[in-house]
């Protein structure tokens, strides 16, 4: 077997640190779970504030990218990072995010939008960077489908208000019910700011094309969690059911259930294998008595005479081959159609922009889905100073990679708007072991949050998930195997094999120079010894940081070295 070794520069570095690099905004988990881990929440909050606007409600929200990429999880479960996010926001002493410091105002005039999270996003790093900052927001409240997409038992009105009170104090002006929704408005905006941002988000739903869907008492999802969370839907009838997968369906049918409804189904027409929501909303739909119908597609919507719904045929499906994106395919099977009783339909099977003020008229193209093209380095439009980000752009997102756009678009903003180049990386080094590691924390069990008792979760505004407790945040900082921490082990080594010896994982080997590829080019550079005939091969995948490997080596041939790495 051939060995190829990899060099381990910078950029090396931020590839292997799996989290952060997986996050849309490079969060450091790393550096704040560390942080946590000594008690020090306030640094660690501050850390995640440098990374985005918006931990407090990401903690509670995010899709967590960076759990799917942890290196725990090949050992038993990744690190609950989304939740230690939520603790250091939970348990910290200094709530609001740094001010700027010395900030010179530009003059340059900049409108927003749209205020959902990638609006919001652009807006404080915009302000931040001393441009003057107008949003306008079509709704009578700002935070897009954090406000009205979102139920406040999933995420408490407060935590959107103080990140909209924060942007405000850095001078951004909000303008509510003021929507840009027609050819006149955008040409205001053109005509009076320097640069735009087209942050509108994706607030209209897509129809299920099917027969029965003109009844009354059928809803879309978008539209029917705005009504509920604007106060308009009130209450529900007895039977409803949910048609759709993905975080929206689960949040109008829990939604349903606190709105008075006695029975709740979801139709799914895959399996929970494929379905796009989380898997601890799913649970808890479960968990609060919500039947899901997996494998089943809705074929017809019958209504009474007063056309009212009463009926909601569906069919059963199996999964065929992979489609263009990687998902199996539902075929239905012949034969196979039943009726659920319900008088409630709400379709939340997707969601598309709505943005018909745009046109040619105004040289920004569009594609035939209605959403601008843009560059996807820049987030220009053809249109030079009109930029555009988020669900507006791609369709329906989840709130980090949102918050991600907007954040690279200020980027191109602030340097259409000055000349100013991003500086890239800055990279640190440090020889360092790992401070004070729990005990046995390579077998420490995930921790879980501590949730609301099921009989006081029936009013929309009661939180249910209520995050770690103190003690259990510590024990699931501490499970972080700190991958920004790393081996070296340099030319005094003696090849005597202790390393190899006291390694619990079997992370070291010792194999013959003949086995690794370009053996002697990498003498040349000095990445090997010319006078060994055996090279240490570390295989990091497998490390926990244990450190034992430094402790057994008798010449002090290894070492620990800790890197981290920021956006300068």
């Known amino acids: 077997m051939n060995y190829k070794i990899a060099k381990a520069d910078d950029h090396w570095f931020r590839e292997n640190i799996n989290c952060q690099y997986a996050c849309p ?34 903690g509670r929200i995010c899709t967590h990218p960076c759990e799917t990429a942890c290196r725990r999880g090949a050992i038993d479960n990744p690190i609950a990072i989304c939740s230690l996010k939520r603790s250091a926001a939970d348990f910290s002493s200094k709530n609001t995010p740094p001010k700027p410091i010395n900030r010179e105002k530009t003059g340059k005039r900049v409108a927003i939008i749209g205020s959902g999270p990638s609006g919001l996003a652009a807006a404080n790093d915009l302000a931040f960077k001393g441009h003057d900052v107008v949003i306008y927001e079509s709704l009578s409240v700002a935070g ?113 259930l606190r709105l008075g409804a006695k029975e709740v189904s979801i139709i799914y027409r895959r399996t929970l294998e494929e379905m796009p929501a989380g898997e601890i909303e799913v649970s808890m739909a479960e968990e609060e008595g919500i039947k899901i119908h997996y494998l089943t597609s809705p074929v017809r919507i019958f209504g009474g005479h007063d056309k009212q719904v009463t009926h909601l045929e569906c069919i059963k499906n199996r999964l065929g081959e992979p489609d263009d994106k990687g998902r199996r395919r539902p075929i239905p099977i012949e034969g196979s159609n039943f009726t659920l009783p319900v008088d409630t339909v709400i379709a939340a099977i997707g969601q598309s922009p709505d943005i018909g003020f745009l046109s040619e008229r105004f040289g920004i193209k ?10 996807p380095e820049s987030f ?96 699931e900082a501490g499970r972080c195997l700190l991958c920004h921490f790393n081996i070296f082990i340099d030319e005094k080594c003696v090849l005597c094999g202790g390393c190899i010896d006291v390694c619990p994982h079997n992370c070291i080997s010792m194999i013959s120079r003949e086995n690794v590829e370009n053996a002697d080019a990498l003498c040349d550079e000095g990445a090997i010894p010319g006078d060994w005939d055996a090279v240490m091969v570390i295989d990091e995948e497998k490390c926990i940081r244990c450190g034992l490997c430094v402790k057994r080596c008798p010449v002090n041939a290894i070492t620990m070295r800790r890197f981290a790495y920021s956006e300068e």
């Open 366 to 375: 569009v594609n035939h889905w209605g959403m601008p093209v843009i560059d």
């Open 25 to 58: 905004v490079n969060t450091p988990a790393m550096n704040y779970i560390e942080h946590i881990v000594e008690g020090n929440f306030d640094t660690s909050l501050r850390l995640n504030f440098m990374a985005n606007l918006l931990p407090h409600i990401l």
């Open 144 to 256: 897009g489908m954090l406000s009205v997409g979102i139920p406040s038992y999933r995420l408490p009105r407060g935590k959107i208000s103080d990140a909209v009170n924060w942007i405000k104090e850095l001078g951004v002006d909000i303008r509510l019910n003021s929507p840009i929704d027609t050819h006149d408005k955008f040409d205001d905006l053109l005509r009076g700011y320097d640069a735009i941002y087209i942050a509108a988000g994706a607030h209209k739903s897509q129809m299920l094309d099917i027969p029965g869907e003109d009844l009354m008492g059928v809803m879309h999802g978008v539209a029917f969690m705005k009504n509920t969370n604007l106060g308009v839907i009130k209450e529900v009838t007895e039977k409803v059911a949910v048609i759709g997968g993905g975080f929206t369906a689960i949040d109008c049918a829990r939604s349903s």
């Open 380 to 475: 220009m439009t053809v249109r030079k100073g009109v930029f555009a980000g988020g669900d507006c752009v791609t369709g329906p997102r989840n709130v980090i990679e949102v918050i991600a756009d907007g954040r690279k678009a200020a980027r191109s903003i602030h340097k259409f708007l000055t000349g100013q180049e991003k500086q890239g990386y800055r990279f640190y080094y440090k020889d360092q072991a790992p401070f004070g590691r729990m005990p046995n924390y390579e077998v420490t069990p995930r921790q879980k949050q501590n949730d609301l008792p099921m009989k006081e979760r029936w009013d929309l505004n009661a939180e249910v998930e209520l995050g770690l407790s103190k003690e259990n945040t510590f024990k």
